[in-house]
T-cell receptor, first 115, second 110 residues
Framework: KAGVTQTPRYLIKTRGQQVTLSCSPI?????VSWYQQTPGQGLQFLFE???????NKGNFPGRFSGRQFSNSRSEMNVSTLELGDSALYLC??????????????FGPGTRLTVL | GQNIDQPTEMTATEGAIVQINCTYQTSGFNGLFWYQQHAGEAPTFLSY????GLEEKGRFSSFLSRSKGYSYLLLKELQMKDSASYLC???????????FGGGTRLMVKP
């Protein structure tokens, strides 16, 4: 089974621009979560999508948004980029159901640099 | 609120045993996860505890005490390749969201 894939892997943008990141989950996984990872704040939860609906949202400003498509692929968008948005953005997918473990599998991440 | 604490850095010697502690205070609990993350790579799943006690998986073991809000990851027979960050994460009651600690960067020296 192919793992979680994310595109692009690296991105450089300037302040004020917007960016869209893409995530393809493991086949059969319907839950997709997004995280921001920075050296100072660690891994912080952005949002989770399940069956095209946002199910949970972390404590991030409205500039951060996302969506999920019917094939479970997900995108996240950051508008009006700020220098502090420079980070590694990780996507994770997991199976859902009665199995208690249902661990999250992470993609390789998109390294976003805002200049 | 959610608060998960782990030491920032640890150093250990190849072949030794190291214990990485994690304490948590969260509004909900539906399992505690440990992930390993090598520099520049994605986190990979190591272990999961939802009931009190020890879970063993090869050289790695993880312990949980829910009453104390405490977990540890034990790594035995350390190898150089174990140099990585180790992330402790708590899952919420609904089972949908993970809250991560800041991670512990482990350096294994010869």
């Amino acid at each position: 089974k192919a793992g979680v894939t994310q595109t692009p892997r690296y991105l450089i943008k300037t302040r004020g621009q917007q960016v869209t990141l893409s995530c393809s989950p493991i086949s059969g996984h319907r839950s997709v979560s997004w995280y921001q990872q920075t050296p100072g704040q660690g891994l912080q939860f952005l949002f989770e999508y399940f069956s095209e609906t946002q199910r949970n949202k972390g404590n991030f400003p409205g500039r951060f948004s996302g969506r999920q498509f019917s094939n479970s692929r997900s995108e996240m968008n950051v508008s009006t980029l700020e220098l502090g948005d420079s980070a590694l953005y990780l996507c994770a997918s997991r199976a859902t159901g009665t199995r208690p473990l249902n661990e999250q599998f992470f993609g390789p991440g998109t390294r976003l640099t805002v200049l | 609120g959610q608060n998960i604490d782990q030491p920032t850095e640890m150093t250990a010697t190849e072949g030794a045993i190291v214990q990485i502690n994690c304490t948590y205070q969260t509004s909900g609990f539906n399992g505690l996860f440990w992930y390993q993350q090598h520099a520049g790579e994605a986190p990979t799943f190591l272990s999961y505890n939802v009931l009190d006690g020890l879970e063993e998986k090869g050289r790695f073991s993880s312990f949980l005490s829910r009453s104390k809000g405490y977990s540890y990851l034990l790594l035995k027979e350390l190898q150089m390749k174990d140099s990585a960050s180790y992330l402790c994460a708590v899952r919420d009651n609904a089972g949908n969201m993970l809250t991560f600690g800041g991670g512990t960067r482990l350096m294994v020296k010869p």
